[in-house]
């Protein structure tokens, strides 16, 4: 027997909030996995069941709002995961965004779904090191989950989640702690990163345009007309000549859509639809 009551209604409620609240679609599968997460917020605050709680999440407004989402937002990453997207990003189009931007000497590249902070941090060891000190080149990490925001923008992570770096980077990027147990990324790699709170369903303050765009493990969570109303924001953002988009592994792009090319591996270059 549950600890606190839990009814088709409850969930329905909660699942139409998500959806409402950031276009995450809550299936009936993931229903265990809302009432572990949630029967937490329900503790921490001394109520007796989802009802109350659903009642307590309207009177206590966006405090309790922001608990609610970070709570149900899956947020599993590890350093250069899918690392054939970091291969082709060394040597298949940092070559032709160097020659491209040239005359601008600016980098710009979007990491949507940061989660912890592995991904932008990947993304910045892997360019870090292929533009002169002259050139402006910036990494955009944007995730909903304020408390993931947080630790990718400390930067600091156990010896766990660092193990499978290779050990150049960890020397190079790294400070680690006296017993070996925490690792800190340097100022000189984070100096790269913005972290920002950004709720992708939201307009987007960004203007663009983007050399690359990671939205990675993200589109999984959305129905079709959600996912359709992003990738024509990222197409929209990214740069005309070699703008490219990476999604995950268990994500598809429609074959509709004519405003990508299909590189293959989850890898797309933005071309002009017609």
Same mark, same amino acid.
């Given at each position: 027997?549950?600890?606190?009551?839990?009814?088709?209604?409850?969930?329905?409620?909660?699942?139409?909030?998500?959806?409402?609240?950031?276009?995450?679609?809550?299936?009936? @599968?993931?229903? %265990?996995?809302?009432? !572990?997460? =949630?029967?937490?917020? /329900?503790? +921490?605050?001394?109520?007796? *069941?989802?009802?109350?709680?659903?009642?307590?999440?309207?009177?206590?407004?966006?405090?309790?709002?922001?608990?609610?989402?970070?709570?149900?937002?899956?947020?599993?990453?590890?350093?250069?995961?899918?690392? @054939?997207?970091? %291969?082709?990003?060394? !040597?298949? =189009?940092?070559?032709? /965004?160097? +020659?491209?931007?040239?005359? *601008?000497?600016?980098?710009?590249?979007?990491?949507?779904?940061?989660?912890?902070?592995?991904?932008?941090?990947?993304?910045?060891m892997?360019?870090?090191?292929?533009?002169?000190?002259?050139?402006?080149?910036?990494?955009?990490?944007?995730?909903?989950? !304020?408390?993931?925001?947080?630790k990718?923008?400390?930067?600091?992570?156990? *010896?766990?989640?660092?193990?499978?770096?290779?050990?150049?980077?960890?020397?190079?990027?790294?400070?680690?702690?006296?017993?070996?147990?925490?690792?800190?990324?340097?100022?000189?790699?984070?100096?790269?990163i913005?972290?920002?709170?950004?709720?992708?369903?939201?307009?987007?303050?960004?203007?663009g345009?983007?050399?690359?765009?990671?939205?990675?493990?993200?589109?999984?969570?959305?129905?079709?007309?959600?996912?359709?109303?992003?990738?024509?924001?990222?197409?929209?953002?990214?740069?005309e000549?070699?703008?490219?988009?990476?999604?995950?592994?268990?994500?598809?792009?429609?074959?509709?859509?004519?405003?990508?090319?299909?590189?293959?591996?989850?890898?797309?270059?933005?071309?002009?639809?017609?």
């Open positions: 027997m549950k600890e606190f009551p839990f009814t088709d209604k409850d969930f329905q409620n909660i699942s139409d909030r998500v959806y409402n609240a950031c276009g995450i679609v809550l299936g009936p @599968h993931k229903r %265990e996995m809302v009432y !572990s997460r =949630l029967a937490r917020r /329900i503790r +921490a605050n001394g109520l007796r *069941s989802f009802d109350e709680y659903l009642n307590f999440l309207n009177r206590q407004g966006d405090q309790e709002f922001s608990h609610f989402i970070n709570a149900i937002t899956t947020n599993l990453t590890s350093f250069f995961r899918e690392s @054939h997207h970091f %291969e082709f990003l060394r !040597s298949g =189009l940092l070559p032709s /965004i160097k +020659a491209d931007n040239k005359l *601008s000497k600016r980098v710009r590249i979007w990491s949507a779904g940061c989660s912890t902070g592995e991904e932008p941090y990947s993304i910045a892997t360019i870090a090191d292929e533009f002169p000190s002259d050139w402006d080149v910036k990494v955009l990490a944007t995730d909903l989950d !304020s408390n993931v925001l947080q990718a923008s400390e930067g600091t992570y156990n *010896s766990t989640s660092v193990t499978g770096l290779e050990e150049s980077h960890l020397r190079k990027w790294f400070l680690k702690s006296s017993d070996g147990s925490q690792y800190r990324v340097k100022d000189k790699l984070k100096d790269l913005y972290f920002k709170r950004l709720n992708l369903l939201e307009p987007w303050p960004m203007r345009p983007f050399d690359l765009i990671f939205c990675r493990n993200v589109l999984i969570y959305f129905d079709k007309e959600t996912k359709d109303n992003l990738f024509k924001g990222y197409h929209d953002l990214l740069d000549s070699h703008g490219h988009l990476f999604i995950g592994h268990s994500e598809i792009m429609s074959k509709e859509r004519t405003d990508f090319k299909n590189l293959g591996k989850t890898m797309y270059k933005r071309i002009d639809a017609g």
